[in-house]
């Protein structure tokens, strides 16, 4: 973090000389980055040799008056001698030790300055930094926790200190083949679900609610590849919604608390006893899986508004489907029997009129063929227009009624009859 010094304010860059106050950010034990002239004059300060960088160039750097040579100055700083025959003690030679308080005292400053900014982890036993040093440096998600460390290193503390390998990315082959292994990891989101909520009876919904209401984990962050199989798994043998993609925030899916971003960031709410019982239990035995009749009776009040409304869209999909076969069944032979019987009685009234006409037609024509010679040739023609008009009339009335009362189309019917009519004409 940047940091300003006070001393020293007087220096000289080859024949330049500076008198200002430093503004400076550690990079490591042996430089420092004066940033004021990182943005002004783009140097390289390098306290440990007294030299600086301008342009590639390594110039001698003179801290104070011009006067000071490139010796570092030492400050020895002496303690109050309480002893009178202080100039009259002997020097302590190699093979003597010095006092065992002294000792201490000495050991103890030594170890407070070593520890100053680490922090030795319980479980793992590293020591890990406490302060941020560069741009890459994350702190660990979990809230109790001091450590800081470079962002690539942030999963594999959490795994070291917080959570144990049951919540691992990956397995192997022969795990990820085993049924009891998923339900065994259920069993542990649904335990974890009870803890975090505080709820005898905890439902689905419940967790997905509380994950999006109090993790941290940075929106839009999908689970995708390979690492979908860790949750898809566990969805399929337990009945749980499988989605196409799992989405960490929003969370998606109960399945998501298997992630080590999502629960990292809510295993502060956890007690110390449950905290431990995540970092380090949870150990998968495949000699002593979870009870079945347990396991089903967490699942079924776990899950219920999925297990519910399954059953209820297939019994009412069921009783639709039934309701409607039997419908279409009852309306298909009611309207295609009417219509059959109905167009064959019509059909037949049609053609027993149409042969009863055709008969008179017939009858009048050869009438008028047989009284040619009292009527002339207009008069007969007259009278034939006038009973063919008069035909066509009376079949379009009638056709029209049966429409009406039937409501079936009888169009051919009169095609055919106005055909026949017209070759009556022609004839």
Same mark, same amino acid.
């Given at each position: 973090m940047p940091c300003r010094l006070s001393s020293p304010i007087k220096f000289?860059? /080859?024949?330049?000389?500076?008198?200002?106050?430093?503004?400076? !950010?550690?990079?490591s034990c042996d430089m420092i980055l004066g940033c004021d002239f990182i943005m002004h004059n783009r140097v390289v300060m390098n306290i440990r040799e007294l030299t600086l960088t301008v342009q590639n160039r390594n110039m001698p750097l003179i801290l104070g008056d011009e006067n000071i040579t490139h010796e570092p100055n030492v400050n020895v700083v002496h303690g109050k001698n309480t002893s009178d025959s202080s100039s009259d003690e002997k020097p302590r030679t190699e093979g003597e030790s010095e006092p065992d308080q002294c000792r201490d005292n000495r050991v103890d400053k030594v170890e407070s300055r070593e520890n100053l900014g680490f922090y030795t982890c319980p479980k793992s036993g590293k020591r890990e930094r406490t302060c941020v040093q560069s741009r890459t440096d994350r702190k660990c998600p979990v809230k109790n926790c001091p450590v800081v460390v470079d962002r690539r290193d942030v999963k594999r503390h959490c795994f070291e200190e917080h959570?144990? =390998?049951?919540?691992?990315?990956?397995?192997?082959?022969?795990?990820?083949?085993?049924?009891?292994?998923?339900?065994?990891?259920?069993?542990?989101?649904?335990?974890?679900?009870?803890?975090?909520?505080?709820? =005898?009876?905890?439902? !689905?919904?419940?967790?997905?609610?509380? #994950?999006?209401?109090?993790?941290?984990?940075?929106?839009?962050?999908?689970?995708? /590849?390979?690492?979908?199989?860790? *949750?898809?798994?566990?969805?399929?043998?337990? /009945?749980?919604?499988?989605?196409?993609?799992?989405?960490?925030?929003?969370?998606?899916?109960?399945?998501?608390? #298997?992630?080590?971003?999502?629960?990292?960031?809510?295993?502060?709410?956890l007690s110390p006893e449950?905290?431990?019982?995540?970092?380090? /239990?949870?150990?998968?035995?495949?000699?002593?899986?979870?009870?079945? =009749? =347990? #396991?089903?009776?967490?699942?079924?009040?776990?899950?219920?508004?999925?297990?519910?409304?399954?059953q209820d869209e297939s019994a009412i999909l069921q009783k639709e489907g039934e309701e409607d076969n039997v419908q279409s069944e009852q309306e298909g032979r009611t309207i295609v029997m009417d219509e059959i019987e109905e167009i064959h009685y019509e059909s037949e009234s049609l053609n027993t009129e149409i042969s009863s006409k055709k008969r008179k037609l017939q009858s009048s024509i050869e009438d008028n063929d047989t009284d040619a010679h009292h009527t002339s040739e207009n008069e007969t023609a007259i009278l034939l227009g006038r009973q063919v008009s008069q035909l066509a009339e009376s079949q379009v009335e009638h056709s029209s009624s *049966?429409?009406?009362?039937?409501?079936?189309?009888?169009?051919?019917?009169?095609?055919?009859?106005?055909y026949e009519v017209c070759s009556v004409w022609q004839e």
């Open positions: 000289k860059i /080859g024949d330049i000389q500076f008198n200002q106050q430093l503004y400076v !950010a550690p990079v959570l144990s =390998e049951i919540f691992q990315t990956y397995h192997s082959k022969r795990l990820m083949e085993d049924r009891r292994f998923h339900q065994h990891r259920a069993y542990v989101v649904m335990l974890i679900a009870k803890w975090l909520t505080r709820q =005898e009876t905890v439902t !689905a919904k419940d967790l997905v609610n509380f #994950l999006n209401e109090k993790s941290f984990v940075p929106r839009s962050t999908h689970v995708t /590849g390979i690492q979908m199989q860790v *949750h898809r798994t566990v969805c399929k043998e337990m /009945g749980w919604t499988d989605y196409f993609r799992y989405s960490l925030r929003p969370v998606n899916s109960p399945a998501c608390l #298997l992630n080590w971003r999502v629960l990292t960031s809510v295993l502060h709410f449950q905290q431990d019982m995540v970092a380090e /239990g949870f150990s998968y035995n495949p000699r002593n899986p979870p009870e079945p =009749e =347990e #396991l089903a009776e967490m699942n079924a009040s776990f899950w219920p508004v999925f297990v519910n409304k399954a *049966h429409l009406k009362l039937s409501q079936s189309p009888q169009v051919p019917t009169l095609v055919v009859i106005q």
